[in-house]
């Protein structure tokens, strides 16, 4: 089920009730998780931690809990090793999803939160990225820039912080939009 | 006075690097000596703060800074040797940049600064803004520059991180900077001025919006990585070199904006253009906004 972007879970959801969490030591680790769990048949869902459980910049894996055991064991063959495992998602929020638009003409900018991704047009080149503040941020512009958004990795791939989840959701977007011939 | 940036660079592995920040000729940044990336961020950063010292003719930023590309090892080696920089440095403000943002080191942080540098001026952008957000320690900074999306992070205290902020407090449908300004205030989740940046910049103080500057307006400045990063290093420099904070933030919106409208500003260029053009923005301004009129050392 989705809920609109970063609203706190009610304790009240029936499917909520049946669900815990994977914690993880970091982003990227969370992200991976969330691939293997998904190649292997899971439904799974990136959220918040609780508050109590954040130490910053944090992700967690839901997922339910009847499934928690055979999940465990299909990360740990992955080599991906959560450190911890939840029965509840109290208080656990959404990645903030809300994607927007601003065309420059030539260029097109596609926003995700607050990391934006711009590429021109004609090329599909990746002429900017911006936003954010975790460390990836910087790398992935040098990573990204001046190649075509169909020749570069996601950038979840290359990240390793919720920024780097963010930029992803917008590079998601803008190929979407340049593959449909939305853009002019 | 002298300003302190506390940050990471985009290298994996990179060293820690400790010293002056010198803007070369070319464009390029180094601290002590050794060539940083240019990209968006704390690069970006740094070179707008290093033209504002050197048209002031004050010594130019420290930086504390050390490789790291989203894991978090250069931004615990940064912390690890806090500390002993600020001893040696005697910093008056202090300013945090992108980093990992871990509530724990922030925490300690604070606490060591507190201790090494009583009264020092404390400012934070991008990574150093969410870890001291989220760590609880808003209030303690003088001066914090969010854009539009972050703003509503601080104002919302149960969030940790810009990605988890409720889509209703982004610059969409019913996004107020004046009211948000006022909850992140209240809740404790600002410093004691904010600048926040967007079409419209708005500078508040103790919740309230007192500046508000909106022209000359480039929109392509949004779609440019790392022009955000330069209103912050300008913000920082201003300060750093004396300049009351409302006046500093209003000075770094005006003189961003006047740089963006002088590089014709594309969605293609780089924030490093925009950092060029800014000594001559700042000799046909500075006089205007903030009665620096003595021609520049």
Redesign the interface.
């Known amino acids: 089920m989705m809920w609109?972007?970063?609203?706190?879970r009610p304790k009240t959801d029936d499917a909520d009730e049946e669900r815990g969490l994977f914690l993880f030591y970091?982003v990227?680790e969370a992200i991976k998780a969330e691939a293997v769990l998904k190649a292997n048949g899971y439904e799974v869902e990136l959220v918040?931690p609780p508050?109590n459980l954040?130490?910053?910049?944090?992700l967690s894996v839901a997922i339910s809990r009847v499934e928690h055991v055979g999940a465990e064991r299909v990360l740990m063959e992955a080599d991906v090793h959560p450190k911890e495992w939840v029965n509840d998602t109290e208080g656990t929020?959404?990645?903030?999803d809300?994607v927007?638009t601003?065309d420059?003409g030539?260029?097109l900018?596609v926003r995700a939160?607050?990391m934006?991704i711009?590429v021109?047009k004609a090329t599909g080149t990746i002429?900017?990225?911006?936003?954010?503040?975790?460390?990836?941020?910087?790398?992935l512009?040098?990573e990204l820039?001046g190649k075509r958004v169909d020749e570069v990795p996601r950038p979840k791939d290359l990240?390793?912080?919720?920024?780097?989840?963010?930029l992803d959701r917008a590079y998601v977007e803008v190929r979407s939009l340049l593959e449909a011939g939305e853009t002019t | 006075m002298s300003l302190l940036v506390v940050a990471t660079y985009p290298s994996s592995g990179g060293p820690v690097l400790e010293g002056p920040v010198a803007l070369e000729s070319d464009g390029t940044l180094t601290i002590a000596g050794e060539r940083i990336p240019a990209s968006q961020g704390t690069s970006a950063m740094l070179g707008a703060a290093c033209q504002v010292c050197a048209y002031l003719g004050v010594e130019p930023p420290v930086a504390l800074v050390a490789g790291d590309i989203g894991r978090g090892d250069g931004t615990r080696a940064v912390f690890a040797r806090l500390a002993e920089v600020c001893q040696r440095t005697a910093p008056t403000v202090v300013a945090f940049h992108y980093m990992q943002p871990i509530m724990a080191l922030m925490r300690h942080a604070v606490a060591e600064l507190t201790e090494c540098a009583p009264g020092v001026t404390l400012m934070a952008d991008a990574g150093g803004m969410y870890a001291a957000k989220a760590a609880g320690l808003a209030s303690h900074f003088e001066l914090m520059t969010p854009d539009v999306g972050e703003v509503g992070f601080l104002a919302d205290p149960d969030v940790t991180h810009p990605a988890y902020v409720s889509h209703y407090l982004f610059g969409t449908n019913g996004f107020d900077p004046v009211e948000l300004a006022r909850t992140a205030h209240d809740t404790g989740g600002a410093s004691r001025v904010l600048l926040i940046k967007g079409v419209r910049d708005h500078i508040a103080e103790g919740g309230e919006v007192v500046e508000v500057v909106e022209a000359p307006c480039v929109p392509e400045l949004e779609a440019i990585g790392g022009t955000g990063d330069t209103i912050t290093g300008l913000a920082a420099a201003f300060l750093g070199a004396g300049f009351p904070t409302v006046e500093a933030a209003v000075c770094a919106s005006r003189a961003n904006r006047a740089a963006g409208v002088a590089m014709g500003a594309k969605p293609h260029h780089r924030a490093s253009d925009l950092v060029t053009e800014l000594p001559q923005v700042f000799a046909e301004n500075l006089c205007a906004w903030a009665g620096v009129c003595s021609t520049p050392q």
């Not at chain 1, 990240?159 to 963010?166: E, R, S």
């Open positions: 609109p972007f970063g609203k706190k970091d990227a918040a508050p954040r130490g910053g910049c944090d929020a959404e990645v903030c809300l927007t601003v420059f030539e260029w900018m939160g607050n934006k711009v021109e002429v900017n990225t911006s936003g954010g503040g975790c460390p990836d941020i910087p790398y512009n040098l820039v990240g390793y912080t919720l920024c780097g989840l963010m």
